[in-house]
């Protein structure tokens, strides 16, 4: 479902103080160069050139010095991505996970690391995508938790790693199936209450997301946490149990049996999972028969593989991939198991 939400100018200047929080907690040398790569209107910053800005934003929003700003549309391929990373050579990116897993697969091996820190948003990142970033791009990724409508409300820690939620602009709640809240380490539903944006009140509100409660954080800082953002309800996996899962699918395996641009799997039915993969062409039945081997022994329970071939996936209005789709209709309302 598409939501419209309106906002105020109080509610913008928050985020935006949250994002200044966001680049302090990350320890970014501000006199450095920054790099963004988002889905924008056709036209704007298109590669080759993208756009660059004398300063990573207003004073009025950063009130030091910074280095450039530079800006890029994501409508260029991937590689053309990376040779614009490559020379303009930021110190940090900003892009979504899955952009950034797909940089993974198609950086040269042993390549120099141009970047620094990579900040995220937007999409889950899980374990794998962190030693993933580290081992091929050498750069540890810093994450932010937000939504269109709610805006920032957690972001990760910058002594350890879970998520402290931003308790001066928001009320984050993880409650269980019965509305009661989640205890330390259990998986919930998020709700969110916003304090700013008086256009468009939310009070409770579900985004649709789960997240797992965290405990008090070791780092000393008294914002409560969360340990996990689990991703949304379309990416949980139905088992044939019909018990419900976080799917835990190292992409990289796949990419050393037979490397593709990008890739999703979607579960099409309680027994069968499609992999959609971007490859210039088919894979051999040797290299389907191992891919679908690492699948299977990822998954609880016995599934049916099988494989498409596509040029390029269609993401929505903003821009986001998810690696995980279950297209199975689930009548029960049941939280799923880590």
Known sequence: MTVRVATTKLDVRWQKILSLRWYLWAGLDFSNAVAAIHKLPRGVADYPEGRKHSR?????EIPFPTGPAFQLNIHASLEHHWEWIQRTRPAYLDASPSLVRAYAKIVADNSEPVLKRILTTGEVVDAPLRALA???LGAEIHNKYATQEAGCMAIQCPDASSYHIQSEAVIVEVVDDNGKPCRPGEIGRVLVT??????????RYEVGDFAEAGAACTCGRSLPTLSRIMGRRRNILIGQDGKHYWPTLDSFDFFKVAQSREHQFRQIAPDVIEVWLVVDSARTQAQEDEMRRLIVSS???RFEIRFRYVSEFQRGPSGKHDEFISF??????????G
């Open 134 to 136: 580290a081992k091929r």
């Open 328 to 337: 199975v209709s689930d009548p029960h309302r049941t939280a799923p198991t």
């Open 299 to 301: 998954l609880p329970g």
């Open 56 to 60: 990573w934003a207003p004073p009025n």
């Open 194 to 203: 916003p304090f700013f944006n008086l256009a468009t009140p939310l009070i």
